[in-house]
């Protein structure tokens, strides 16, 4: 399977965006697709993630701000309320469980949030 992430940008604090993440191909080991980041200097981790059933996983640090979902076939983070610190590169994952990251990695793009 091949993801393609797209949508990343430089916004203000405060602003809102999309991250948009494509899946093409097959794999018989997907059913979930993430999100993940990493900022500078830190490790990736995870953002939130969907399951094939819509079972949902959104990092405590995200909860309320960013929403994850599936539209059209691909799988959209709408980020809110954007701050600094959400400054990061944003990598979308599949893989066969919403609780950890799979083995499929896409490209990242990266997003830039100015105070």
């Known amino acids: 399977v091949q993801l393609q992430a797209s949508g990343g940008g430089s916004v203000q604090a405060g602003d809102s965006l999309t991250l948009t993440c494509t899946a093409s191909?097959?794999?018989?080991?997907?059913?979930?697709i993430g999100w993940y980041r990493q900022r500078p200097g830190r490790q990736r981790g995870l953002v939130a993630s969907i399951s094939s059933g819509d079972s949902r996983n959104v990092a405590h640090h995200v909860k309320g701000r960013f929403m994850i979902s599936r539209y059209n076939g691909k799988v959209l983070l709408q980020m809110n309320k954007l701050k600094p610190e959400d400054t990061a590169v944003y990598f979308c994952n599949a893989g066969d469980s919403i609780w950890y990251g799979g083995k499929h990695w896409g490209q990242g793009t990266q997003v830039t949030v100015s105070s």
């Open positions: 191909g097959s794999a018989s080991d997907i059913r979930a």
